[in-house]
């Protein structure tokens, strides 16, 4: 069974960093690909950024491009999401997901397992 479990939320002010973490069990973070979403309250789900299995590719939302890294530390079986220059507009609840196919992006479709989620809120 596929289960990830997320942390690292909190309240940040405008231009802070945060990092979130996704620790695996059940399998290797480097068998699939996990990727980062984010859901704010009356909006749908949406794909922040992933990380492919087989090349190590990473793919992110166009406005989080230059502020957020994702990365995988296999020893610890866990995902990163560092998130910097943080903005309002990123406040959310985060959620780490598990896809099967080497074919996922930042679609939510495309992912089976999915965590409990981490609040992240911006806010001076």
């Known amino acids: 069974q596929l289960q990830v479990v997320e942390s690292g939320g909190g309240l940040v002010q405008p231009g802070g960093s945060l990092r979130l973490s996704c620790v695996a069990s059940g399998f290797s973070v480097d068998y699939y690909t996990i990727g980062w979403f984010r859901q704010a309250p009356g909006k749908e789900r949406e794909g922040v950024s992933c990380?492919?299995?087989?090349?190590?590719?990473?793919h992110y939302l166009d406005s989080v491009k230059g502020r957020f890294t994702i990365s995988r530390d296999v020893a610890k079986n866990t995902v990163y999401l560092q998130m910097n220059s943080l903005k309002p507009e990123d406040t959310a609840v985060y959620y780490c997901?598990?896809?099967?196919?080497?074919?996922?992006?930042?679609?939510?479709?495309?992912?089976?397992?999915w965590g409990q989620g981490t609040q992240v809120t911006v806010s001076s």
């Open positions: 997901a598990v896809a099967s196919s080497v074919m996922a992006t930042l679609k939510v479709w495309q992912y089976d397992s």
């Open positions: 990380i492919k299995n087989h090349d190590d590719s990473t």
